[in-house]
């Protein structure tokens, strides 16, 4: 880490993006009091994680990012071996696992076995387990990684009834629409640094454009077309293996004028920005690992 510097708000989703080694796991670890701080100061729901971590711990819910469940126990006896770890009695966890296994659309499964279950259910258990001891703040480490988009979409409305609830949620994700779904506000990390900040449309307003056009071109056709495209001057382009993305506020207004140009692309699309738009942009398109 880097002289990383932030603040959560109760309430909020705040997101955490960067590729591979950024620094996003060592931050979580810190988050969930389970590495100490390497410098500086951290205070996490008033109290100092080296000095209060039993504390704190008792306040968070965790969901990693590979499940930990255990498969020779039923769904519902998992949270109910999950809730003693906290000491809570018998009867509030049990209260608790009625509730939660409605919360997270499982309660027809209540008492099968945990293994046979499809990742999405699973995913959705470990939701329900890390509530368990109704945390103030649900840490999140890739929630949604592996599943369809169907189960994704039901973890995503999940969480959004959880913050709802006044549930803090701090979350890292792989998924940029993911992020854009959920996150009231993010960090992009590279290489232990915050490299940018803010609400997912600030960031799109700011390093990117209202919308790109992607352009794909006959073999042999892309390096002339490329110097064609640079002639007219876009605000940003970009050329990969296969195409050639021009950041614009008008992506039509854009493409009449690569046409006017006496170019005819293969294909044309024009869409808004998005995040991933961001994030390639302040972190590369190389793969680093």
């Known amino acids: 880490m880097d002289g990383i510097d932030f603040d959560l708000i109760r309430g909020e989703a705040f997101g ?3 590729p591979n080694g950024a620094g996003k796991s ?3 670890r810190m988050l969930g009091c389970v590495s100490p701080p390497t410098q500086g100061e951290l205070i996490i729901l008033g109290g100092d994680p080296v000095r209060d971590g039993a504390a704190i711990r008792a306040r968070l819910g965790v969901v990693p990012q590979e499940d930990t469940l255990d498969g020779e126990l039923s769904v519902r006896e998992n949270l109910l071996v999950y809730g003693r770890y906290f000491g809570l009695p018998r009867k509030l966890i049990s209260e608790r696992t009625d509730q939660l296994l409605d919360f997270v659309q499982l309660t027809e499964r209540a008492g099968d076995q945990v293994d046979p279950l499809s990742g999405g259910m699973k995913r959705r258990l470990t939701i329900a387990r890390s509530l368990i001891n109704d945390p103030d703040i649900l840490i999140l480490d890739e929630p949604t990684t592996g599943l369809d988009p169907q189960a994704r979409h039901v973890v995503w409305d999940r969480l959004f009834r959880l913050k709802q ?3 803090t949620l701090v ?8 992020a854009e779904q959920l996150c009231d506000r993010l960090v992009v990390m590279d290489s232990g640094k ?3 900040e803010g609400t997912p449309r600030e960031l799109i307003a700011q390093y990117s454009t209202a919308e790109v056009l992607e352009l794909r071109f006959a073999p042999g056709l892309m390096e002339d ?4 495209v640079k002639d007219l001057s876009p605000e940003r382009m970009e050329v990969t293996a296969d195409r050639l993305l021009l950041y614009a506020a008008d992506g039509d207004e854009f493409l009449a004028r690569v046409h006017q140009a006496g170019l005819e692309p293969l ?3 024009v869409r808004r920005s998005t995040l991933e738009d961001v994030f390639l942009h302040l972190t590369g398109r190389t793969l680093i690992d």
């Open 165 to 167: 609830r006044g549930v």
């Open 194 to 196: 915050f490299v940018a």
């Open 16 to 18: 955490f993006l960067g």
């Open 171 to 178: 979350l890292t994700t792989h998924y940029m629409d993911e």
């Open 267 to 269: 294909t044309e699309l």
């Open 225 to 228: 077309a490329v110097q064609k």
């Open 26 to 28: 060592s931050t979580m």
